[in-house]
């Protein structure tokens, strides 16, 4: 495909905007490893015990997690190879969307990116809405007049904290990143020590119900493209790092991480509750595995990480949101304004634009519940397409032997050649009803990349440019038909 060698060139790609030239550099590793973590580690983990549990026996879950982390592993190495071998390639997975097909494919992977993120905000805020429920009423599920007054509250509040600095909202993040591990440690530690054997191999390959073994782990890759959302966070924001070495290394490090923390929470939890037990837990299950180990205060316990741990998750997303649609903005991808930054060098309209998405979503909650919980579906189908074309453009670096010193020489292609079959893996995991949904939500951002070309005096699309358009409006199309014809159902 003649756009994989074309677009690579600094005449037709410049590989750092004006914009983003100008971005301060003060993001250490510390901040970017808090970033990643914090970006990951959200709601998901809090309900992981009931989520896993529902689908598959505890043998099953075992394996799911292998197979997640070989595949989120080569996504986490993906990323530190690019990189090391693309350091001028700001805000990754547009970037490399960019490179690897032009404006208008590096467009929709940050648009892309962009939606999902602000509507996995929604879900945050609503999830802490939900669990300030188990002591406040009036809160209900997190999607009641007063719970969404009180998260309008909180999205205004942290609107105002990042418009005051970048730095001081990362820092900020790096606090609240370890009080949210700090009870799951805890949850580990006592599950740990109430752990038996015996209610854990009960049901090792689940029962009849649940299916083959095949079935099961594939149920298990489900929820795993949900929890692992976020691991990209260094690399969103690389034009900010103190050293540019330092957006791979915090990839691997927040991997490791959250990979450690999540299996042990999945797993500790079968030895506490044998699967038809988990599987019938309500969320955040994590809730009720620690209250029968220990008692009601493990259940408390809970409830205040999940309420510290989305606020974290929230702010974390808030801060990767407006800025991947700062770089685009820089590079003429996006419409000139976005790329404004204040006094502080935050991406002020970037960020404007994102809550006020955020804020109409919340009032979204008031009126269709169904509606809302789709949408979070999405935000997971968004964000895979992003997923993949990083995938591809390491696959395509590791074939053409590009910027190879220093790197994962003799097995940077085997790495990603895994982490593109494991993104295809989630797509396919995802199903096609969300994927063709997604259109819905892709297909009108081209009016915005429309208006960032007008404001250029460039042609709209290139010639598959406009095949790829044609496309995406052909299946926005469809699937509004279908849906106001009931076959199809967010």
């Not at 999607?143 to 418009?163: E, F, K």
Request: hydrophobic share 55%; with cysteine.
């Amino acid at each position: 495909m003649s756009t994989l060698t074309s677009q690579a060139t600094p005449k037709a790609l410049p590989e750092k905007s004006a914009a983003v030239a100008a971005a301060p550099a003060r993001l250490s590793l510390g901040l970017l490893t808090a970033l990643v973590v914090g970006s990951i580690i959200g709601s998901g983990i809090f309900g992981l015990p009931q989520n896993m549990a529902a689908g598959a026996g505890a043998g099953a879950v075992l394996i799911g997690w292998l197979i997640t982390g070989a595949g989120m592993l080569s996504l986490a190495l993906l990323y530190q190879m690019i990189a090391l071998r693309k350091p001028a390639l700001n805000n990754g997975v547009y970037a490399y969307a960019r490179a690897i097909a032009g404006d208008y494919v590096g467009f929709n992977s940050a648009w892309g990116y962009w939606v999902s993120a602000w509507l996995g905000n929604v879900g945050y805020l609503v999830a802490a809405f939900g669990a300030l429920g188990y002591f406040f009423p009036a809160f209900g599920e997190g999607n009641t007049t007063a719970a969404v007054i009180g998260a309008s509250v909180v999205l205004w509040v942290v609107h105002g904290l990042v418009l005051k600095g970048i730095k001081g909202a990362a820092v900020l993040n790096a606090v609240v990143t370890v009080a949210k591990v700090l009870p799951l440690l805890l949850f580990i530690v006592l599950v740990a020590l109430a752990f038996q054997v015996d209610v854990f191999t009960l049901s090792l390959w689940g029962d009849a119900k649940l299916g083959s073994v095949l079935d099961q782990v594939k149920s298990t890759m489900l929820v795993t493209v949900w929890v692992f959302i976020g691991i990209e966070g260094a690399s969103v924001y690389s034009a900010r790092a103190r050293n540019r070495a330092d957006v791979g290394k915090a990839t691997i490090a927040g991997f490791l991480i959250t990979l450690a923390l999540l299996m042990a929470v999945s797993l500790l939890s079968l030895g506490i509750l044998s699967q038809p037990d988990l599987a019938g837990l309500k969320n955040p299950s994590m809730a009720g595995v620690l209250e029968k180990a220990v008692g009601t205060w493990g259940a408390v316990l809970i409830y205040i990480g999940v309420i510290v741990s989305v606020g974290g998750g929230f702010l974390a997303w808030t801060l990767l949101a407006a800025e991947s649609l700062f770089t685009p903005a820089g590079d003429g991808v996006m419409p000139k304004a976005l790329a404004k930054q204040n006094g502080q060098g935050v991406p002020a309209n970037a960020m404007w634009l994102t809550s006020g998405m955020v804020q109409l979503f919340l009032l979204v909650t008031l009126f269709s519940k169904a509606s809302y919980l789709a949408l979070i579906s999405l935000s997971t189908a968004m964000i895979l397409l992003p997923y993949l074309f990083s995938a591809v453009y390491g696959l395509v670096l590791a074939l053409r032997r590009e910027g190879e010193a220093g790197t994962l020489r003799g097995i940077d292609l085997p790495i990603t050649g895994l982490a593109t079959v494991y993104c295809v893996w989630l797509l396919y995991a995802a199903g096609p009803k969300y994927l063709l949904l997604s259109a819905l939500l892709y297909a009108p951002g081209a009016l915005v990349f429309m208006l960032a070309k007008r404001e250029q005096g460039r042609p709209l699309f290139r010639s598959f440019e406009w095949a790829l358009f044609a496309a995406l409006v052909a299946l926005a199309l469809l699937s509004g038909y279908w849906l106001s014809a009931g076959k199809l159902a967010l």
